[in-house]
């Protein structure tokens, strides 16, 4: 049975931080760490969605690396089976592992393990990658596999969200630096024109001219005006 109180102040911790700057690496780190003390397993893993397949994103403790790579290089285990159905995948014992997965359960008792359960990362209808669990022996009660997915889907959550950050943040960059274009651009064209004697949408059209003839980009051209003395 998995632990409530740890449960509950992972839930607490979770939403104090969301809104917070934080490192998705160590939440994936987290994440896994959690869910074993959590659920009292021998380790945790995670997989993260790559190229239509899943890769190894962390895995503890360091001895069951074996099992997340064979998955990532393979692309066969039951990791890969929640990402690709996105739905829970469990096997109890020995048994059910050499009966789905041969030299993956071979592997996966030489590290000591008999028990593997794997819940799909997911949120919104997508899903993002696998949440792989270990254990000597294990029934999987329901209870410990709703309380992973919770934590799996906290885990979603942030990645989500730091998504969203950074398309925000590259978004805030691109205007900047057009509003910064734009104001080169303007100095350009109001020295070209007096330069010239002739309007500011000429002077513009006689930019615009060069760089194409020269393949630069209209924000160079107007930076050389404006800075090195260039004249058109």
Known sequence: MYDHDLFVKTLSDFVRTLVEPYDTDAVLDDLATTVRETLHLTGAGVSLADDGGIRRAT???????????????????????A???SRPVVASGPDELRARWPRYAELALECGTAAVAALPLALGGKT???LSMYADRRDWPEPDL???????????????????????QQLASQLTQALRSRIVIEQAKGIL????????????????????????????????????GLRL
Request: no cysteine; aromatic share 6%; charged share 20%.
């Open 128 to 130: 993002f990658g696998a």
């Open 83 to 85: 990402f690709r159905t």
């Open 193 to 228: 024109a007096e330069a010239n004697g002739e309007t500011v949408e000429h002077a513009f059209e006689r930019i615009r001219s060069h760089a194409r003839s020269h393949s630069v980009k209209v924000r160079d051209v107007s930076e050389a005006i404006v800075r090195m």
């Open 59 to 81: 895995v503890i403790p360091p001895h069951l690396v074996p099992l997340e790579d064979y998955q990532q290089e393979h692309q066969t285990g039951p990791s890969v089976d």
């Open 146 to 168: 709703t309380a992973a997915a919770l934590l799996g889907e906290m885990a979603a959550a942030y990645l989500v969200h730091e998504s969203v950050h950074q398309q925000q």
